[in-house]
């Protein structure tokens, strides 16, 4: 799986990004059975404010190596559209083929 960040700040609650609108690279966020998309809320750098951290599965379709830029997107409740860019490092898995490793977004 590829943990991908949106950043949260004083004037963005990533807690209102509705989970169920949030893409990164044409890839959906993995979901978990009934439980809905592989997302949560996280204070990763405990500066008091939190990443909506999401999960994607790891497909090699949708990665080159030599790649170095990501972009996700997604809706807060709202219905406004979000984007955000990132770079990227986009290394071997274990079975040989190519996933993204993704910093913080947004």
């Not at 071997?92 to 947004?106: G, T, W």
Request: glycine share 10%; net charge negative.
């Amino acid at each position: 799986m590829i943990p991908v960040a949106a950043l949260g700040s004083e004037s963005f609650d990533v807690a209102n990004i509705d989970r169920n609108t949030v893409s990164s690279g044409g890839m959906e966020v993995r979901v978990r059975g009934n439980k809905g998309p592989l997302c949560g809320l996280e204070d990763v750098n405990l500066d008091g404010f939190y990443y909506l951290v999401c999960h994607f599965q790891e497909n090699p379709e949708y990665w080159e190596p030599g790649e170095n830029e990501a972009t996700l997107t997604g809706e807060p409740l709202d219905g406004t559209a979000i984007e955000g860019t990132d770079s990227i490092c986009v290394v071997p898995s274990v079975e040989n083929q190519f996933c993204a490793m993704a910093s913080h977004f947004l």
